[in-house]
């Protein structure tokens, strides 16, 4: 069974996959060539299925928890790959509802500001500003011992503030400045926001065809391993061989 032109691969990649336990291990030949099966062949389309939704990684963790029998493993990591998508849906939305109510550039400070005004002018402590500034949402600079926040600073920290006030938990607000830092500021990121939205999207519809092939590889695991009739030996139906080395 040719693996590699079925799915358009080379064979180098093919016992790559097989070296990194994503595929069972290959029988060989006394001449020392390859034999591949049904069984390899539908744990490569699950592989191959898993990756576009999550990724190398986790595709890989999941197949070799699944060669070896350990299904709840498996859909533990399919559970956490759930779970950062719905996490990362929530920091897009998030990020939406804050763009809408972020300060414009002309009510902002044009020149960098104590901490004291700043927590003045948001109506919260000194302390709350150190707190956001370990978490990573603020990133003021020093004149010599003391912090200064620029424009960009107040910035985030209202957005912060906002968030926070929204019920957002700390590492939440966090990954938002972050991203609005890395768009080059909220009018950036806005015009992103449908991009944003339409790759997650992309990425659950990924994880969902995913979930299918490894579902369809899983029955089909189940009926092959299933211990053969009383005096029936050999390999399994199928088999051919691939390549050499």
Known sequence: MDLARAHGLSAQAVRNYEEAGAIPPARRTASGYRVYTDDHAGALAAYLGLLPGYGYPAAGEIMRAVLRDDLDAALAVIDAAHVQLRRDRDTVTAVAAALVETPAPGHLPDRPVSVGVLAHR????????????????????????????????????????????????????????????????????????????????????????????????????????????????????????????
């Open 122 to 245: 948001l109506g919260v402590t000194a302390a709350t500003l150190r707190k956001w500034e370990r978490a990573g949402i603020l990133a003021p600079a020093r004149s010599r011992t003391a912090r200064v926040y620029s424009p960009d600073d107040v910035r985030d920290a209202e957005l912060a503030h906002l968030l926070r006030r929204g019920g957002y938990p700390i590492a939440h607000i966090a990954t938002v400045i972050e991203q609005v830092r890395a768009a080059g500021g909220p009018g950036p990121l806005a015009a992103s926001i449908a991009q944003w939205r339409q790759r997650l999207t992309a990425r659950g519809r990924a994880m969902l065809t995913g979930s299918a092939r490894l579902s369809d590889y899983l029955d089909q695991r189940a009926r092959t391993h299933a211990a053969p009739p009383v005096g029936v030996t050999g390999g399994a139906a199928g088999s051919g061989e691939d390549q050499r080395g």
